[in-house]
């Protein structure tokens, strides 16, 4: 059962996102048609909110991860900055694909380059894709380890900036749907099954974090062992 | 007594995934040689990349005069007194001529000495105009040789000097050479570090390094050799802002590289922008009339790549004064694309939009070569897709736009 912790875990998250989605669009009520511009499309939410918060853990995870690196020298924080960069990427575009699909509906772009939220996110999004995809073309070693430390530290500056941005400058995207005072109350049903989505994503990028810790902690052990085998 | 010019304190330096030195304490003072020659692999020239403040530390300090110029915290300083250092991967660019580097090595090290006798000295004189990339070899390692060695002798004060294989594919007769001038360092008071697999160089080193500290060599044959009057003046050119100058007027790789960006962009809007519906009292003009300017600036800073080139970024990185840039040429292209672009849609200039598109080029080229400085301590820092990052310029780019359009300035 160890050995298939995150593999159990991640299937967990599977369903639960299933199942978020089986409701999100057979069960969830309708919003007011005077409302939105495209009320349908506003069903793409129980995704997208709960794909951005999972992202926010993971980029969590990322900066903790770094910091443990960078200060500490600790492996296992370079396995979280490894597991946060690739739950953050997954999760990232899930948050960015589907705003656009929604943005496409609601606002007749996908993307606004002065909105604040939108680019912030997007940015993390990329940085994501840069500590992942650089990680892969670089031997493993210090420099490496200290170079996207340093990028995951720096990057964790948006994730505040990111949060706060539909607070303060507010141009097209969305308040916050929770905490946000009463613009952004949600009725019963849908806080129920936006809940579902926010821990079913939880789930999600907990198995996914676990798994990527569990590989990159054997790509260690065999790069060890090469090391061993080349001394000898 | 003697004075202690280079000081390794606690130092442990990780490489890759090993750690190469832990806890090293060393001390080289004036008028020592210390010789580097255990096999492969034992960090030699980890240890002179380190005593050059190249290589972070885990531990330790750094000491360069009795100053702190590295520190295990990242605290680093530019030392009082400049170094010369040879690198193994010869440090230096194709596409400088021989004598510039040298001059560049001479003046770091904050005078002019005349270097014709040098390159004379080391059959290079009919090669001083020549650029470094149609050298062989072995003459590149003589030119990086000699940038190693010259700061030692400017001016009277000793100076440390890191010598990393600096006799590698030199042929007997220079490899003489270079003893002799080794020795005449040593008397004038400077301290060298040398790594070298040479045996040239067993007798004159007064030290050598046990893998722990450096002992009493006991091959060190005491040689007396001439000491030459050299003069040095001062000069006071900032070399690193001079080779940037030169190298983009040689190659014009600014032109090349943002100027093609920048040029193509401007034909694109040309080609399907509408001249005629263009209102300059809108948002969407001030960002037309500036894209040109942007998108060369997004390119980079193109003597980043060249600098790669046998390991020149780390040399100039080692020395503390400055990193070639293409700042002025920026400026300059930014200016022009925002003039023409300006021109491709209006009859009119205006002048504080052109000084904007200048500024906005330098600025995002500053930026994203501070992204690809940040990526160059990593292994295959080409491969490390630092253009993924430069998204993070767009919205300030969106702001500036606004503000161009708020400030009435079209």
Redesign the interface.
Known sequence: MTKRLAETILLLGFIGIATTLGLALLKAPSVSINAFESPEAQRIFYWHVPAAWAAFIAFGFLFVGSALWFFK?SNLGWRMHVAGAEAGLATGLMTVWSGMVWGSAEWGVPWD??D?RL??F??LT??A??LV??RQ????????R??FS??GLFGFVLVPVTYVATRLWQIRHPGPVIGGGDSGSLNGEMALILLLGAISFTVFIAGHMLMSMRITSLEQRL??IQ?AMDKV | MSEVLLSLNGVSIRRGSSLVFKDLNVELKTGQLVLLNDRNGTGKSTMLEAAAGLLPLEKGEIFHHGELILDASGRSKRPSTAFGLTLQSDGCVGSQRVEEHILNAVDLAGGRIDIDAWLERYNLAHRRHDLIAHLSGGQRRKVAMLAGILPGFVGDKPRILLLDEPAAGLDETSRTLLVEDLLELKQRGNALLLASHQTDFSNCATHVFNGLEFMQNDANVEMSGTQRDIKATTHRTKPSFRTGVLLNQRTLSTLASNGIAGFLTLGILLALVDASAIDSSVIQASGLFLSAAFAAGLVGDTMVPMLHEHGALDWWKAHRQGIPHSYIHALVLGSTLTALTQLGFDEQVSWPLVAIGGLLTATTMAIVRTIDLATSRLARPRAAFTRILTPVLILPFALLVQWVTDSNLL
């Open positions: 020298r380059w002065t604040v680019n912030t997007g940015l990329f940085l894709m840069f995809l650089g073309s670089q031997p493993d070693g210090v420099e490496t200290d170079t340093t990028f790069e060890s090391e």
